[in-house]
C-alpha cells in the first residue's frame, strides 16, 4: 500500500502568517492528491483536489501544487478560521490512505 | 444539495459484528461516476479508509481489514450498508461516510456525513 508522510506534524503560527505543509508518497502517484480540512468534532472538509484544484467554496488563499511523490499545501494568509487539522489523502490507489495529519495551532 | 448521514449502534461488544448505514440525498448511486466510502477516524488519531462501492457495484476493501469487512448498497432506498466482524476495542472510531466521484482527476471524498461515534467494549 502507498504511504502518506506529512511534515510537519504540528505547527504554530500567527494570523497573516504564511504556512506551508509538506505530503510525501512513498511511490510516485502522479497528480492524485486531495488536501482536507478538519476542526474538532467536525467532519474532514475538501479544500483540493488533483493536487491543485480548489474545490468550490474554497477560499482563494489556499493552494496546492506538487507531482509524482512530493506535494505542498500552502495558506498564503491565515485566519482565525483557518486553525484546524490537514490531511492529504492519495487516490493513485484504489486502496486510498491518508496522511497522518498536520496540526496548526495559533502562535 | 448532497447530504450524507450515519447511522448505526453506538456501543458493540467485542467479537460482534457492526452494521453501519449511511443514507444519502443530492444524487443517484446508479449514475456513472458516483461511488460511496467508508472513513474512519480513532480518537485523537488520523483518518483511515476502508471501503468504497461503485455506480456499477464495483467493491474495493482496505487491505489490512478486507477479511472482516463488507460494503453493499441499495439504490432504491439510497443507502450504502457496511458490516464489519469480530469487533474489538481498537475499532473504536468515528465512522464517517462520504461521496466518492470516479473521475479522470482522481477520487475525493465530498461531501462528508456528520460521522457516528462506535465504541467497542464489554
Known amino acids: 500500500d502507498i504511504q502518506m508522510t506529512q511534515s510537519p506534524s504540528s505547527l504554530s503560527a500567527s494570523v497573516g502568517d504564511r504556512v506551508t505543509i509538506t505530503c510525501r508518497a512513498s511511490?510516485?502517484?502522479?497528480?492524485?492528491l486531495n488536501w482536507y480540512q478538519q476542526k474538532p468534532g467536525k467532519a474532514p472538509k475538501l479544500l483540493i483536489y488533483?493536487?491543485?484544484s480548489l474545490q468550490s467554496g474554497v477560499p482563494s488563499r489556499f493552494s496546492g501544487s506538487g507531482s509524482g511523490t512530493d506535494f505542498t499545501l500552502t495558506i498564503s494568509s491565515l485566519q482565525p478560521e483557518d486553525f484546524a487539522t490537514y490531511y492529504c489523502q492519495q487516490s493513485y490507489s484504489t486502496r486510498y490512505s491518508f496522511g497522518q495529519g498536520t496540526k496548526l495551532e495559533i502562535k | 444539495q448532497v447530504t450524507l448521514r450515519e447511522s448505526g449502534p453506538a456501543l458493540v461488544k467485542p467479537t460482534q459484528t457492526l452494521t453501519l448505514t449511511c443514507t444519502f440525498s443530492g444524487f443517484s448511486l446508479s449514475t456513472s461516476g458516483m461511488c460511496v466510502s467508508w472513513i474512519r477516524q480513532p480518537p485523537g488519531k488520523a483518518l483511515e479508509w476502508l471501503a468504497r462501492i461503485d455506480w456499477d457495484d464495483d467493491k474495493y476493501y482496505s487491505t489490512s481489514l478486507k477479511t472482516r469487512l463488507t460494503i453493499s448498497k441499495d439504490t432504491s432506498k439510497n443507502q450504502v450498508v457496511l458490516t464489519m466482524t469480530n469487533m474489538d476495542p481498537v475499532d473504536t472510531a468515528t465512522y464517517y461516510c462520504?461521496?466518492?466521484?470516479?473521475?479522470?482527476?482522481?477520487?475525493?471524498?465530498?461531501?462528508w456525513g456528520q460521522g457516528t461515534l462506535v465504541t467497542v467494549s464489554s
Open positions: 488533483a493536487a491543485s
Open positions: 511511490q510516485s502517484i502522479s497528480s492524485y
Open positions: 462520504a461521496r466518492t466521484l470516479a473521475l479522470e482527476e482522481g477520487r475525493w471524498f465530498d461531501p
